[in-house]
């Protein structure tokens, strides 16, 4: 009886870990540098990564994140991600940063998931109106108002957005737990897929006529 307890318990061990390895690996040394061409490597875990001798101050550093974006585009807003394709050395190190700015009256981060990650933003200036929708089948919002030195937790997968409510531009840090944690931005998986998803999937799926599917489709510029 003992040997079966002992083998149940293993077994849930097991599970236990591979459920943990579903998530950014942790590193099997003090950092991998990420290198694309495994003829320079030396260690692999992740990536390739580059002989921790040949590491630099500039593999684990990036410049101008202070700069401001350019937010003169549709939804109104400017992401410049830092993960491990800008700042090599996160690479195993399980975080990236994210720099977002929003246009004044309504710059939009669009309602998006990050498949690999969770996220926590901070706001140093301007006012956002933030928010994420629970699982099914409550599809709770839950959201807030944050203003400069406010923090907000988007958990890991959810869809989330913020919306600059103020007359002023807005920017906001975030970091997540991911060296490489993914966006799928809703609408343009859902319209601009390609190939596109069959209309009448999205017309049934959002309870809309026919035309206004194809209409979408034509804005978010899938392809046929």
Partial sequence: MRSVHFLLAFVLLTLASSIASA???????DFCVAINDPKAAVFVNGKFCTDPKMATANDFSFSGLNIPRNTGNRVGSNVTLLNVDQIPGLNTLGISLARIDYAPNGGLNPPHTHPRAS?????????????????NPDNRLISKVLYPGDVFVFPFGLIHFQLNIAKTPAVAFAGLSS???????IANAVFGSDPLINPDVLAKAFHLDINIVNYLQKLFGGNS
């Fill in 23 to 29: 998530y950014d690996p942790s590193p099997l040394q």
């Fill in 119 to 135: 996220e926590i933003l901070v706001v140093v200036e301007g006012t956002l109106y933030v928010g994420f929708v629970t699982s």
């Fill in 179 to 185: 060296q490489n944690p993914g966006t799928i931005t």
